[in-house]
């Protein structure tokens, strides 16, 4: 079957859309490469933040930057891509997921050749901006793909595969970044997205049919903007609150306009006809706690795993190649078992699943707070990174297919969009806030004498400069903070769980 006999899927079986009687069905063949193509595409997305934290000590040394500089070049990219894939969803939806996937993969990759060349880091932050933009599309693209190719019954093992295949996907990522970086340099990193994006496109072509919902509307260009300049101000005001502190002018100007812009942006979804964050979403239960899940969860694991690599490259000594293999088995477990977690929930439900692995990973955090600085991986590091993984892997298939099939399937692109952004702003929130919570701790750990210079003492320990005993001890300290501080919020994410998921059974029947 070529590509131009295949159905174009305006929305399909599986999106509630009558096919017409002459129009041929996709081969299992077909759906296989579509599986490919979405898992392909949004794998350059997950592989380049893993490969960026395990580089960032690197970059943050290559360029002299002080660590707001460094927590820029992370937050850049998920300012953008938290702020615009809800829209990114919805122009899916609109003017076909197919288009705006292969569009995404292409700005993505311009902007991945940006990075490689940048030559200093405020170039690096603009560039990392782009990405985060061509991530906005092809992130909910992806997703939204596999509800126009499979029915109702094949998607929750779909989504368990795109899950765990991107895992092992992205497992390569931080062992060939940290090795990059060590033999060659850490602009080779964003090398990596350009085979794979050749990969995403072609299979894209050769077996994805087009889809789009036939009820939407006019994109809301006004809520995306609300939204970018709202969540632009908060997590400037929060990373400056690191130096300034709360109490600042600036510090406490920005988070009030911040505030009141996104404030804003929920009165125009409200009065919108055509709103990206459609709020009548939030009258279903599992889709309200699915997402507050999601906040909890994805805001400890993304603060979590901006200081590790730090934590294992300055603490315990570990080259980037060397940290990048110690979280190998974080995705490496994903990968493996993703697929069969979202089979079990497709049978059993998502309210156990969604309870027990948000308090499993909240296990791993605190593990990885009583690891001593220095001592063994296998008795210090890999058990906490085995309990979240494990903690992880039981969650994030059951958490998507709660989300989506919360949503009804004609919204496919608008509920994976507002479930990625919230897991983007988590983490982009995360970033922000511990970073103003580890720099306070440091600077209370240390000497009454050291406390004055606390800022630059921290800059120079993040960016591997020789730092006294008292520095590296106070860097251990915050460190601990920040993964106590995850530990709790992925046990409140349990909780969450517990109380709001009431996704029944599926009939032993249908499964």
Avoid at 228 to 245: D, F, I, K, S
Avoid at 416 to 431: D, K
Avoid at 458 to 471: I, N, S, T, W
Avoid at 500 to 505: A, D, E, K, V
Wanted: aromatic letters at 8%.
């Amino acid at each position: 079957m070529s590509a131009n006999q295949r159905l174009p899927c305006d929305q399909g079986l599986a999106l509630g859309v009558r096919r017409p009687s002459a129009a041929p069905l996709l081969t299992a063949a077909d759906k296989r490469l579509a599986l490919a193509a979405s898992i392909v595409g949004s794998g350059m997305a997950f592989i380049d933040g893993s490969v960026v934290n395990v580089a960032l000590p690197a970059i943050q040394k290559a360029f002299a930057a002080d660590a707001a500089a460094a927590q820029w070049v992370m937050n850049a990219y998920m300012l953008l891509l938290g702020a615009l894939v809800l829209i990114g969803g919805a122009a899916g939806d609109l003017y076909g997921r197919r288009r705006m996937f292969l569009a995404g993969v292409g700005l993505f990759t311009a902007a991945s050749l940006g990075c490689a060349v940048a030559p200093g880091v405020g170039w690096l932050i603009a560039a990392r901006a782009v990405q985060g933009a061509g991530a906005a599309l092809l992130t909910p693209a992806s997703l939204a793909l596999l509800g126009a190719v499979f029915d109702e019954k094949e998607r929750g093992k779909a989504i368990g595969a795109w899950a765990g295949f991107a895992s092992v996907t992205a497992a390569a990522g931080p062992v060939i970044g940290g090795w990059l970086t060590d033999a060659a340099s850490w602009r080779a990193i964003f090398l990596i997205n350009v085979p794979l994006a050749m990969a995403a496109v072609w299979l894209t072509l050769r077996a994805v049919p087009e889809s789009r919902d036939p009820a939407a509307r006019a994109l809301d260009w006004r809520g995306a903007i609300l939204a970018a300049a709202g969540l632009a101000l908060l997590t400037w005001a929060l990373t400056e609150a690191a130096p300034r502190g709360l109490k600042d002018p600036l510090v406490a100007g920005g988070l009030a306009a911040g505030t009141a812009l996104l404030a804003a942006f929920v009165l125009v979804q409200a009065r919108s006809p055509t709103p990206m964050m459609p709020l009548g979403l939030y009258r279903s239960a599992d889709f309200s706690g699915a997402n507050g899940l999601t906040f909890l969860l994805y805001f400890a694991l993304g603060g979590a795993f901006f200081y590790l690599p730090f934590a294992l490259i300055r603490l315990d000594g570990y080259s980037a190649a060397a940290a990048g293999a110690a979280l190998l088995p974080f995705s490496l477990v994903m990968g493996l078992f993703s697929p069969a977690a979202g089979a079990v929930a497709d049978r059993f439900g998502a309210r156990g699943p969604l309870t027990v692995g948000p308090i499993l990973a909240g296990l791993g955090f605190g593990l990885l707070a009583s690891a001593e600085p220095g001592g063994s991986y296998w008795t210090g590091v890999l058990p906490g990174l085995a309990a979240l993984s494990a903690g992880m892997t039981i969650a994030v298939a059951p958490l998507t297919a709660v989300v989506m099939g919360a949503a009804g399937p004609g919204r496919a692109g608008v509920a994976s969009g507002i479930n990625n952004a919230v897991a983007r702003v988590a983490g982009l929130l995360a970033v922000a806030a511990l970073g103003a919570v580890f720099a306070k701790v440091f600077a209370g750990a240390l000497p009454a004498a050291s406390q004055a210079a606390a800022a630059r003492t921290l800059g120079r320990a993040m960016a591997g400069e020789a730092a006294d005993p008292a520095a590296r001890a106070a860097f251990a300290h915050a460190y601990r903070a920040v993964m106590l501080i995850a530990a709790a919020c992925a046990v409140a994410a349990g909780g969450v769980g517990f109380l709001s998921i009431r996704t029944p059974r599926r009939p032993q029947s249908a499964a």
